[in-house]
């Protein structure tokens, strides 16, 4: 009998992890003679342990085909991390009844470091309660902070989307600057890692274009050489512009913008740098600022995806069936850079192991030795992620055309489970 895949989203979406999805279900369609269906879990894998399954064979291939241009996670993702097996057997016991019930032998779990975690501790533990099942971790985070992969799915749209950003709102602020803002301060996402920062540096070409300030969370914040840095380019630029991490931290090693909560993940949950640093400004050089957080915007913006991003995320996505059709389990598929001058890439893949739960951060090389811009090979290896265009089509009203699907549920067979 054909086995299913069961195919989960997890964490923070990105611009383009529905194309992933798209890859699977679009590549196990074109293999209907080895594989069954294709089920979704409704909101990663809390939708897992409580049974509520989606069938995607319900779906139009047109409507498949629309998930590659369609931004959100159009199954459900959730936060939720597997402990051990020692602290929550139940929790493994009911996965495995579920793929059981459901004749699951191939479970692809999509997300970033915390979701790698869960699928190799999946692909482990199903050996030993008697249901092996093969176990494919699908990369995808815009932290671009996953070790193996050259990079990661979602973090060349969102490198893009943060370069127009800053370059437009930069060219609004010189506009105004003779007698209005001075500074003008844009925050993205990165807890640890300072890629998405690093990416704002894209939008220059020349001396003195904007950002003229990059903060990121590999460099201690020093209040008194930042702040140095900012009077030097509004008394030559006549403005400044910075993209400040979420994640920078003092010299102390505290978040500047820590809240004192945690997410589902243990991680601290940030209150806001943007404003903290504006209040430095403030206080320290008096400058008129305006302060924005990209936020969910930046991982949702599909209309300005990069073409580059948009292809590799429909093809780990693909790459993940067939590695399942070879047998493997306990794998990833990886992005493998094979040149810079022509950008060519490859598909390959890396044991989950080597990803789970580890960080890769921006390299030192990358970072000037003032610690507040990016040096030529960190845009060597940045400025092929964001290259091409990929909009979603638009309706004859001015907005994008997004799927949503059916979401057709699969009947439940199994007792209900309290998570």
Not at 332 to 353: C, F, G, H
Not at 394 to 414: E, I, Q, T
């Amino acid at each position: 009998m054909k086995k299913n895949i069961l195919y989960a989203q997890s964490g923070g979406v990105t611009p383009v992890i529905n194309a992933t999805a798209c890859g699977v279900i679009e590549t196990a369609r074109q293999n209907r003679d080895r594989i069954g269906k294709v089920l979704a879990g409704r909101d990663g894998i809390i939708g897992v342990l409580r049974e509520e399954l989606i069938d995607t064979t319900r779906e139009r291939k047109a409507d498949i085909a629309g998930l590659r241009h369609t931004p959100g996670g159009a199954f459900g993702s959730c936060r939720y991390k597997l402990r051990s097996i020692e602290e929550s057997r139940r929790e493994y016991e009911r996965l495995i009844e579920v793929l059981k019930a459901h004749n699951v032998g191939y479970f692809f779990y999509n997300g970033g470091g915390d979701s790698a975690d869960t699928a190799y501790k999946v692909s482990q533990i199903g050996k030993k309660l008697g249901f092996p099942v093969q176990c494919i971790g699908v990369p995808k985070t815009i932290d671009n902070d996953l070790p193996v992969t050259d990079n990661c799915p979602g973090f060349g749209s969102v490198a893009k989307y943060v370069a127009v950003s800053i370059l437009e709102a930069s060219l609004d602020v010189a506009s105004m600057a003779s007698s209005s803002t001075k500074v003008f301060i844009l925050e993205v996402m990165g807890r640890h890692a300072g890629w998405i920062a690093a990416a704002g540096a894209l939008a220059q070409r020349e001396d003195g274009d904007p950002p003229h300030v990059i903060l990121f969370p590999e460099i201690p914040f020093d209040r008194k050489a930042f702040l140095a840095r900012v009077k030097q380019a509004v008394e030559t630029h006549g403005y400044c512009s910075i993209v400040v991490s979420e994640g920078v931290r003092g010299p102390d090693g505290r978040f500047l913008a820590e809240a004192g909560t945690r997410d589902a993940f243990g991680h601290a949950q940030l209150g806001g740098a943007a404003p903290v640093v504006a209040e430095i400004v403030k206080d320290g050089l008096g400058y008129k600022y305006h302060w924005a957080v990209s936020d969910y915007l930046q991982r949702s913006a599909r209309h300005i995806a990069s073409e580059t991003d948009v292809e590799q995320a429909w093809a780990v996505g693909a790459a993940a069936v067939k590695l399942a059709l070879e047998g493997k389990s306990g794998v990833m598929p990886v992005i493998k850079r094979v040149s810079n001058d022509p950008y060519r890439w490859k598909i390959a893949e890396t044991r989950l192991s080597r990803v789970a739960n580890r960080e890769k951060k921006m390299p030192r090389s990358y970072i000037t030795k003032n610690g507040f811009g990016i040096t030529p090979s960190a845009r060597r290896y940045l400025e092929p992620l964001i290259r091409g265009e990929a909009y979603p089509p638009y309706d004859k009203h001015g907005l994008p055309k997004y799927v949503r699907l059916k979401k057709a549920m699969v009947k439940k067979v199994l007792p209900e489970f309290e998570v």
